[in-house]
């Protein structure tokens, strides 16, 4: 009987089937090259495998598999499925996020194809001739060595050895490794006493007996708790524990466990360049089983770590950030995502906008394996289920050791400005505790979080504003380039000498950004060592490790930067943290802003006093009475989770309700309002009340694109399959309608 194949194709389109020729054998989750469209050649995964002819004409033959084991396991499989039912797109999509370019070969014809495709890069090795692990043979080989050819012998005997302890090693040696040129190793393969093979590097894992940190009473019993919660059935917990309270013990001791018994172990972090220290600290004890997993790898170590890990039989530990979780794990039995709360688990652009922390939880699930979030300031989402008791909850209250929590205080901004206790954008009170700091030889973190030099260049005479040719927004001064940028597109100019508006006066620099801060703490502290971290200075992998470098090895005295710093690192010798602003988070128009706010500030807090001294924080702010303002400094998570979580009940906001955001995109803004209006009426007709809108989003204008907005807002207890198919059915309406056909549509589904 014929076969055919449903292969999911790295496009935004439906699987798609092709025919499997007689005698191929096939199995689900394999690569296999295919032909589509006119004559494009692609790579595509075997979705599903089956006798039914699809009712077009010609159907065309799988071309050939590619790689040796499919390349997904069953439960991948599963996670894509659900990746592409919830968030609304094609497994395609998925599939290009998924797997490493490299490893998804195309081309216009095969030979591009085949040329495209990924040669893995392999290196000699050398084992001693079977007939030579007995020692009588061994011996009498090096005697007729020994006299003759005294350099064969030499290199025979290192080979011998190199496995360490045994005087005949029977293992094999990367050539790389010995002493032997290649010549005289070559002699010996002649002989037949030794062999040689070129494959692709193997990777020594090590044993399984760690050096573990011994746990505080309180750790053992935060363990404790999540174990018996695993052990009782609940696929996901939540560990709830402060700074500083030693989340990252607990992580060690599960994932020690796990890799004893062979399994793998997957550690998700927001963002790996900010998690440098924890892998070096997870090297520390788990040496080569630890992977790193992240976009500043080269494309083609990306690939060799998937295959690597694809042909693993256990005891991985893959370190990475969000795209890890489609890493070919096996024996994976438990995922940790550290700082769950962070946004950057969840994909804005491109599709699949899918949030790996949600993913984990999924996985963990279809894997029977579990998944563990830690933060300090979970999200509302998490925390609620911890509450009901969907999710496991262990919690950590104390810092660990003679670490004492940090003393807060809020700085009036308005108030010092009125009594003149101001210089820049400094508060007497925080400038008094840097010029302390510096006199204890202490080090100081500030935290601005907007980079540049001021986020609008003005005109004070006719209030002209420097604004983005094709985005609807001000233009970033960054005085170091000399440039007016874009954050959104990215666009430069020259910042004009006069105000092009009136040509009357300067145009002047309003608000500050990192690089203005900068300026003032060098002015007003010239003997301090000064730095700067965001985006703008991390340029480069290098430039990134080399600054966080002189600030850990206290090469500088204080460094100025954006959210950056607040995330992740533990510097011994900082005792001061200042927060140069605090009211833009507390006054952003998002209604997550009270606890971003809250999670941001108690991070950065989280920063001071990480060793035994407990260190300082100045907050300043025009509204230090702000409710969300008392709960940093009382450090009450739970009383912000409770307020925030009565507001969302009372507003209809996640987590008792489930957010899509529809943004719709073209050049012609006449064209984008009436299709959003169009839309709005039609899911009007299905959802009635429950659709918010049409929205003007902050920035209506981007890339010269007009943007606008609907929100979807349905019952968490809803099903949400069913409001997605309603949704889905519209939205593929839209799309083929003439009228609106060339419209964008961006569907967001839990948007952060
Ligand atoms: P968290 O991840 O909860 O912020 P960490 O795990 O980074 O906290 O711990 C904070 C500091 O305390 C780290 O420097 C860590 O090495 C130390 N620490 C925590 N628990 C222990 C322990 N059981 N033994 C030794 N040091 C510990
Ligand atoms: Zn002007
Ligand atoms: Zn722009």
Redo the contacts with the bound molecule.
């Keep these: 009987m014929p076969r055919y194949a449903d292969i999911v194709l790295p496009l935004a389109q439906p699987a798609y089937t092709f025919a499997v020729p007689e005698g191929m054998a096939l199995a689900e989750g394999q690569a296999v090259a295919v032909q589509f469209g006119a004559r494009r050649f692609y790579t595509g995964i075997v979705w599903r495998i089956h006798d039914r002819r699809p009712d077009f004409k010609t159907v065309k033959p799988i071309r050939r598999v590619l790689y040796d084991a499919p390349l997904l396991t069953a439960p991948q499989r599963a996670l894509w499925e659900w990746i592409a039912s919830y968030y609304m797109c094609r497994e395609g999509e998925v599939m290009r996020c998924a797997l490493p370019a490299l490893m998804k070969p195309s081309g216009d014809s095969e030979e591009e194809f085949a040329s495209d495709e990924f040669r893995p890069r392999t290196e000699c090795y050398v084992s001693l001739a079977p007939e030579l692990r007995d020692e009588e043979a061994f011996d009498a080989a090096c005697e007729r060595l020994e006299r003759r050819a005294p350099r064969q012998y030499a290199a025979l005997v290192e080979v011998a050895s190199a496995g360490g302890g045994a005087r005949i090693a029977t293992g094999e040696v990367a050539r790389r490794l010995l002493h032997a040129d290649a010549a005289v190793l070559h002699a010996l393969a002649r002989k037949g006493l030794v062999r040689l093979a070129e494959h692709e590097r193997t990777v020594e894992r090590g044993g399984s007996s760690f050096l573990l940190?011994?746990?505080?009473p309180a750790?053992l019993r935060a363990l404790g708790e999540l174990r018996s919660q695993f052990d009782g059935g609940r696929a996901t917990a939540l560990l709830h524990?402060?700074?500083?309270?030693?989340?990252?013990?607990i992580y060690i001791h599960l994932a020690a466990e796990v890799l004893a018994r062979g399994g793998d172990v997957l550690l998700l972090v927001p963002e790996i360049a900010l998690t440098a220290q924890l892998i070096a600290?997870m090297e520390r004890i788990f040496g080569s089983r630890v992977t790193a997993y992240h976009s500043r790898l080269t494309p083609r170590r990306r690939t060799e770590t998937y295959l690597r890990l694809n042909r693993s039989e256990g005891g991985e530990f893959v370190v990475g950030v969000r795209s890890s979780i489609f890493l070919p794990l096996k024996r994976l039995q438990l995922i940790i995502v550290?700082e769950e709360h962070d946004a950057s688990y969840k994909q804005a652009d491109p599709a699949p906008r899918y949030n790996a922390r949600d993913c984990a939880s999924v996985m963990a699930r279809l894997m029977g394996c579990r998944a563990l979030l830690?933060s300090?300031t979970p999200s509302l989402e998490t925390w609620l289920n911890a509450r009901t008791g969907k999710y496991g909850l262990a919690l950590?209250r104390e810092?660990?050791?003679a670490?004492r929590p940090p003393a807060l205080f809020l700085s009036d901004t308005l108030r010092a400005a009125k009594r003149g206790e101001r210089q820049g954008h400094f508060n007497k009170l925080l400038l008094d505790k840097i010029g302390q700091t510096l006199d204890r030889g202490g080090q100081a973190m500030l935290f601005q979080n907007r980079r540049g030099f001021a986020p609008y260049v003005s005109c004070t005479e006719c209030g002209w504003t420097a604004r983005c040719p094709s985005c609807n927004v001000t233009l970033t001064y960054h005085k170091g380039r000399g440039e007016l940028v874009c954050h959104y597109c990215g666009h430069t100019e020259p910042v004009p000498a006069k105000c092009p508006s009136c040509r009357v006066t300067d145009a002047v620099p309003m608000g500050f950004g990192t690089e203005k801060i900068v300026e003032q703490v060098a002015s007003l502290f010239p003997e301090a060592r000064v730095a700067r971290l965001d985006r703008d200075s991390a340029t480069s992998e290098r430039a990134f490790s080399a600054t966080v470098a002189d600030f850990a090895e206290r090469r500088t005295d204080i460094l100025v930067g954006t959210q950056m710093i607040a995330k992740g690192f533990?510097f011994e010798g900082v005792s001061l943290v200042g927060v140069l602003n605090a009211d833009n988070l507390l006054h952003n128009p998002d209604f997550r802003a009270a606890e971003r706010a809250f999670q941001l500030l108690t991070q950065v807090a989280?920063r001071a006093g990480?060793r035994d001294d407990a260190g300082e924080v100045v907050i300043q702010t025009s509204d230090p009475s702000h409710r969300v303002l008392r709960q940093v400094l009382e450090g009450d998570y739970e009383a912000m989770a409770c307020a925030e979580l009565a507001e969302r009940e009372a507003f209809f906001y996640p987590p008792y309700a489930r957010l899509t955001a529809l943004t719709l995109r073209h050049r012609d803004p006449e064209l984008v309002r009436r299709a959003v209006g169009e839309l709005a009426r039609r899911l009007r007709e299905r959802f009635g009340r429950r659709v918010l809108g049409p929205i003007a989003p902050p920035v209506d204008r981007i890339r010269g694109e007009w943007l606008a907005c609907l929100l979807l807002k349905v019952e968490s207890g809803a099903s949400s399959a069913r409001a997605r198919e309603l949704l889905g059915a519209e939205l593929r309406r839209l799309a083929v309608d003439p009228a609106f056909k060339t419209v964008t549509v961006v569907c967001d589904v839990d948007p952060q």
């Design positions: 940190p011994e746990l505080s750790q524990g402060v700074t500083g309270s030693g989340k990252t013990e600290r550290d830690g300090a950590l810092r660990y050791g670490a533990d989280g990480r």
